[in-house]
């Protein structure tokens, strides 16, 4: 699994009406993209200093689906026409599920990989080592 994640600041004069026909538009991604397995869009509920007040998250199997998801004209048009005339700022990171950690009612907290690593973890680790090879 993966998740492509998106915080966003909206333009000053962005009001909340605008907001929420951004979230209802995003239903048209689940509706036109195949790879869209879910998709979440929340509010911050801590400190929004930083001025990121929303987060868009997008869950899909896996790289492919990511790639396929990135390139695809309906995600092109919500991103364009919905989302750019009210944001002033995004950022988008893209995080593949390696491991989590699950609550174990006898034994507390631990790591359980669900998936092998992604392709672009095990390439980041390669890269490192070939950096980092001893001569």
């Known amino acids: 699994m993966i998740q492509h994640i998106v915080l966003l600041k909206w333009k ?9 026909e951004a979230v209802g538009q ?3 991604l689940v509706d036109a993209i195949a790879s869209v397995e879910l998709i ?4 911050n509920r801590g400190d ?14 896996d790289a492919g689906a990511l790639e396929s998801y990135l390139g695809d004209p309906a995600r092109r048009r919500y991103v ?3 989302l750019g005339p009210i944001e002033a700022e995004r ?14 009612s006898e034994l507390g907290w631990a790591w359980a990989r ?6 672009s973890a ?6 490192w080592e070939e950096k980092h090879a001893e001569p």
């Open 48 to 61: 929004d200093a930083h001025g990121f007040t929303h987060a868009l998250i997008v869950r899909l199997s």
């Open 122 to 127: 095990a390439a980041a680790a390669l890269r």
């Open 80 to 82: 364009d026409e919905v």
């Open 26 to 28: 995003a239903q048209a």
């Open 114 to 119: 669900t998936t092998r690593p992604s392709a």
């Open 12 to 20: 000053p004069e962005t009001t909340q009406r605008q907001i929420d």
């Open 91 to 104: 950022i988008e990171i893209d995080v593949p599920e390696d491991a989590h950690l699950e609550r174990h």
């Open 40 to 43: 979440t869009f929340g509010r």
